[in-house]
């Protein structure tokens, strides 16, 4: 059995340790009948050290509700690759990286898509033994490749990807992992594959995020695990941009990002020294 020790690959059974735990809620935004089973033997011990410090025992809560933040960010992107998929002429959406993602299992799909996971062999095999008997719900093809590879754009290519049709990508649980001059790699490597009316999707937290004293607690453990948060902006938009990009950035608890879950206040963009997450969407131009 393949098992999952990088840092970075771990978090990934964090989130779906988080999706499991949504599943059973009465008043779920989704079901994912898979996270369960991609939990591995360490993503309960995870999520129950985020739940410790999110919701001490002994004092009145400081940081942002994980679980709700995870439960609003994966109905977002739900929503926002089914749209995707409706468009006419989009054939194409990629996961990258895929992590312990289940929406090609969990979800239905029109018969004209392809559906690419690019991510670390590790991963990927580690999902396969864990679905093994389970059919995707849709043309899926796997990449299995590290995104810092320099190759895996040939890769994905390989994989039967086209980079002059439209395409749907969503880059989930990703940026705030890696130092903001492989982010913006990333962002370029990206564009560089994504013909005109391409759309993309992403989350990232802003600068006073990874530095604020009353985030420390939720820092701390994401550092301890090997995989701190070392990238953010407080101008997403401008920042997709640059990179051809004409984006939204919307934070949990506005109006369609929100669900009836998020329970802080939001505050506006203009207010400084406040943490947030965003979560982008656009299109290349």
Known sequence: MTDLTDAVERTALLTAALRSAESLREDRLYHDPYAATLVGEVGPALLSEIRAATFPADAARTLPSTPDYNAIRTRFFDDFLQEAAREEGMTQIVLAPAGMDSRAYRMEWPDHIRYFEVDRPAVLDFKAERMRGVEPRVDHRVVAVDLTADDWEARLV??????????????EGLLYYIPEQDGRRMLGRVAELCAPGSRIAADLVNAAALTLPHMRGLLDIFEGWGCPWVFGSDEPEALFA???????AVQPGEEGADFGRWPDPVPPRDVVDVRRVFFIHGRRR
């Open 158 to 171: 390989g994989a039967g990807y086209d980079p002059e049709l439209p395409s749907t990508w969503l880059l």
């Open 242 to 248: 640059e990179y051809g990009f004409d984006v939204r």
